[in-house]
Every structure is written in structure tokens, then in C-alpha cells.
């Protein structure tokens, strides 16, 4: 396995670009199912989960193309409706293609979802909102199956809690369901608003998007996109490099990223003294204050502060004077990379969902193990500030959401490589 061998201690300057985002990549490759028409996606990131999901599809029967700047699929028949515990077992997202192959293929066997180790991720929400479209759920031995012969009916549907991945697989399978769909307590997120655009340039008819209020109008089939549809940059990846300047005392400029997207964010980070201007629509530009008070946070679904960003912002903490608490309220074991922190000399203590941080501190090198996406995250911040050297195994986990992450951070003065 990959490690990451960084020496910290010097400032970061200079400009990251931000890539497409791979949470919104994700559903737009299952949208693909919907059509037996070429599907055309342009920025999407080279990441690991996104070449387990083009192994899914190609599993299902599309033909995908990756190997210019726009990615090229085609789904002409669902060829195998299944998505096996093999191939989705390091990726939680494999959900996604339930919507699509029921509405599509009328059956769909999905095994149930992997990812990160950072609490249950139920899909009970998924799978009641397709029984009221009318599909007939059945799970055993590791897997569900969903069936609707006769196709999927139109339903109003309320979710008990907000879910992102739930929206989105309803939306999707709405559009090819037979009369209108309503979803209410529908996510808000960026990323649902990319996947109705896309899904909306190849025919659907879908309202509401980005509130929590979504209509859809089923209608008989969707076809091609007549353009490649640009997926949105990432917030999490610009968001991620905002506190990496932040923490190392630098001033670095993240481009090609939606500043609204991280406005919680770039609160947070003000009100601990960090200056962040914006520049023109696409870039920030983030230098560092002499010295950082510690601010809390608590995590919310959009337009709150994002689950995604507090291992990082945890990080940024520990060089903050004072003590702050970060309250997680959406994954109940979101604090794994607590303990590797501490490893690296900071002082946390843990209660429940709540974390307090107390700074500054010093942080030394050490060898540290990344448990999920964004903790291994969290541990490169660390490491840059950190006195000495550390090296960061199992670092396939940051593979899985940050496209060459090492060699940004090393071209704006990091001092990090990849030790296979």
C-alpha cells in the first residue's frame, strides 16, 4: 500500500486548480443507465471511486470512454441489472444505481453499500421511497433487490431525514416513472442541483432543485446529452486546500471553485482570523492570520457546514488558541482521525459527537493510518504544519476522493511524496 512521507513546517504559495467534484460525478455516471442514448461528462476526476463506478457500469452493459478530456458513455441495454459485492464493496455510492435500473430495466440487485468506516450510512430511505414508486423490495443475504415489472408510478414522498444520495436516487428514478413525483425534505445540495441540470439537459422535466421541495414529471424516455455537461468543482477538494493555506501560514489562491458552495466554510475561517478574499467568479485567495482563535462548529446538511470538512477544519483547530468544539450531527463515528492527531501531539478530548480541541499545539511527525476519505485529509493538513516528518499509510483512502492531491500540494511548496 501506498504511503505519504511529509516533512512539515513551510508555508504554502501559489495556486491549486480544483477539479470536478466526485460526489457529484458519482450520480451522473448512474444517470447514464437512464438512456440507451451517449451520455457526455466533461471535468470528471480521476479518482478511485469514480473508475469503481465506470467498472460498474460496464458491468451493467455500457460502453465508457475516458480517455480524452470528456467522458464519453452509452447504456444501450442493461445487459446485467446487478452491481456485485466485489466490485462496490470499497464504495457506498453503489446505491445510486437502484433508481436507475428499476426505472430503466424494471429490476435491479444491488449489494448493499461500502465506503468509509465512519458510521452506519442506512439506505432505508432509498428503498421506502421506491416502494411508494411502487417497486417491490426484497434484501437477503447482502444484497436488495428491487422489481416493478409493470414500471414505477409517480408517488408524493416525504423523507423522515434529510439524504443526499436518497435524493438523488429518487430524482433519477422519478424521471422515467409514469405520471409526477414529489419529494419533500429533499438535500439542497450543490451536487443534487448538478445531477437535475444534467438529467434536465437529457429531457426530464424536474422543478425545484437546490430547495427542498423537488417535482418531477415522468416522462417515456430521456435521451443524450446535446453537450457535455461540465460537472461542478469540488467543494470539499477547494475547501480542503482553503485550510491547508490557512494552517501552514501561507497564501494560496484556490481557483476554479464556487465560492458559495463554501460559504460556511470561509465564515468559520474569518471569524478565526483567516483573510479570505475572493477574485473574480472562480478563486479565493487565503493567507493566514499571525495567529488563529478557535471558532465552533457544528455540522449541517447544505448550506451548513459541511460533515465533509470537519476532520479538516478538527485540524486546523489544533493550531487555534483557545479551545473549540466540533459537534457532528450527521455520522455518529466521524472522529477517527481524533486518535492519530493526538498521536501527532494534539490535545482533543472526545464525548460523544462532540469533539474539544484545545490550541495551540505543537504538532510533531509521526506515523499515523488514515481510517476514511477525510481523515487521511485531515492528517496531510496536520503534517504540513507539524515539526518533523510523518508518514501517513493506507493513503488509498485519499485516492478515493483527491486527484493527485501530493503533487498539487508539492507544486505550491510542500514538502510531500508518494512512497510505494
Known amino acids: 500500500m501506498d504511503k505519504f512521507v511529509i516533512e512539515g513546517g513551510t508555508p504554502l504559495h501559489g495556486s491549486i486548480e480544483t477539479n470536478g467534484s466526485k460526489n457529484s460525478a458519482l450520480p451522473a455516471l448512474a444517470a447514464v443507465l437512464l438512456t440507451e442514448d451517449t451520455v457526455e461528462l466533461a471535468r470528471v476526476p480521476r479518482v478511485r471511486d469514480i473508475k469503481t463506478m465506470q467498472r460498474l457500469l460496464v458491468d451493467i452493459g455500457s460502453i465508457v470512454d475516458d480517455s480524452g478530456d470528456v467522458?464519453?458513455?452509452?447504456?444501450?441495454?442493461?445487459?446485467?441489472?446487478?452491481?456485485?459485492?466485489?466490485?462496490?464493496?470499497?464504495?457506498?455510492?453503489?446505491?445510486?444505481?437502484?433508481?436507475?435500473l428499476v426505472a430503466r430495466s424494471g429490476r435491479a440487485r444491488v449489494s448493499m453499500p461500502g465506503g468509509c468506516a465512519?458510521?452506519?450510512?442506512?439506505?432505508?430511505?432509498?428503498?421506502?421511497?421506491?416502494?411508494?414508486?411502487?417497486?417491490?423490495?426484497?434484501?437477503?443475504?447482502?444484497?436488495?433487490?428491487?422489481?416493478?415489472?409493470?414500471?414505477?408510478?409517480?408517488?408524493r414522498i416525504r423523507f423522515d431525514r434529510i439524504t443526499v444520495t436518497g435524493t438523488e436516487d429518487l430524482v433519477m428514478a422519478a424521471t422515467l416513472a409514469k405520471g409526477e413525483t414529489v419529494l419533500e425534505n429533499a438535500a439542497r445540495e450543490p451536487e443534487v442541483t448538478d445531477l437535475c441540470n444534467l438529467l434536465i439537459s437529457m429531457g426530464a422535466k424536474i422543478e425545484g432543485a437546490g430547495t427542498s421541495t423537488i417535482h418531477i414529471q415522468g416522462v417515456d424516455r430521456l435521451h443524450g446529452t446535446p453537450a457535455p455537461h461540465e460537472i461542478i468543482p469540488d467543494r470539499i477538494e477547494a475547501g480542503t486546500y482553503l485550510i491547508a493555506g490557512a494552517?501552514?501560514?501561507?497564501?494560496?489562491?484556490?481557483?476554479?471553485?464556487?465560492?458559495?458552495?463554501v460559504q460556511s466554510l470561509i465564515e468559520k475561517m474569518q471569524q478565526a482570523g483567516a483573510r479570505i478574499e475572493q477574485e473574480g467568479n472562480s478563486t479565493l485567495r487565503v493567507?493566514?492570520?499571525?495567529?488563529?482563535?478557535?471558532?465552533?462548529?457544528?455540522?449541517?446538511?447544505?448550506?451548513?457546514?459541511?460533515?465533509?470538512?470537519?476532520?479538516?477544519?478538527?485540524?486546523?483547530?489544533?493550531?487555534?488558541?483557545?479551545?473549540?468544539i466540533i459537534t457532528e450531527t450527521i455520522f455518529e463515528n466521524r472522529f477517527m482521525h481524533a486518535q492519530e492527531l493526538i498521536r501527532m501531539g494534539a490535545n482533543i478530548r472526545l464525548n460523544g459527537r462532540q469533539a474539544m480541541v484545545a490550541g495551540t499545539m505543537q504538532l510533531t511527525g509521526a506515523g499515523v493510518i488514515a481510517s476514511?476519505?477525510?481523515?487521511?485529509?485531515?492528517?496531510?493538513?496536520?503534517?504540513?504544519?507539524?515539526?518533523?516528518?510523518?508518514?501517513?499509510?493506507?493513503?488509498?483512502?485519499?485516492?478515493?476522493?483527491?486527484?493527485?492531491?501530493?503533487?498539487?500540494?508539492?507544486?505550491?511548496?510542500?514538502?510531500?511524496r508518494r512512497v510505494e
Open 118 to 155: 465512519i458510521g452506519a450510512r442506512p439506505i432505508d430511505l432509498h428503498l421506502m421511497g421506491l416502494e411508494q414508486l411502487g417497486a417491490t423490495i426484497k434484501q437477503e443475504y447482502g444484497y436488495i433487490e428491487a422489481v416493478a415489472p409493470e414500471g414505477l408510478r409517480g408517488a
Open 287 to 324: 493567507t493566514a492570520p499571525d495567529k488563529l482563535r478557535s471558532i465552533d462548529i457544528t455540522t449541517e446538511e447544505f448550506p451548513g457546514f459541511a460533515t465533509d470538512l470537519q476532520a479538516q477544519y478538527l485540524a486546523l483547530m489544533t493550531q487555534a488558541e483557545g479551545i473549540s
Open 71 to 100: 467522458l464519453r458513455a452509452q447504456t444501450k441495454e442493461i445487459v446485467s441489472p446487478e452491481a456485485p459485492y466485489e466490485l462496490v464493496k470499497t464504495m457506498r455510492a453503489s446505491s445510486l444505481v437502484l433508481g436507475p
Open 247 to 261: 494552517i501552514t501560514g501561507g497564501d494560496l489562491r484556490v481557483t476554479h471553485c464556487v465560492p458559495q458552495h
Open 372 to 416: 476514511d476519505l477525510r481523515a487521511s485529509a485531515s492528517l496531510v493538513l496536520a503534517a504540513l504544519v507539524a515539526k518533523g516528518e510523518t508518514v501517513i499509510d493506507r493513503v488509498y483512502h485519499i485516492d478515493r476522493g483527491y486527484e493527485r492531491i501530493e503533487e498539487k500540494l508539492a507544486a505550491v511548496g510542500a514538502h510531500i
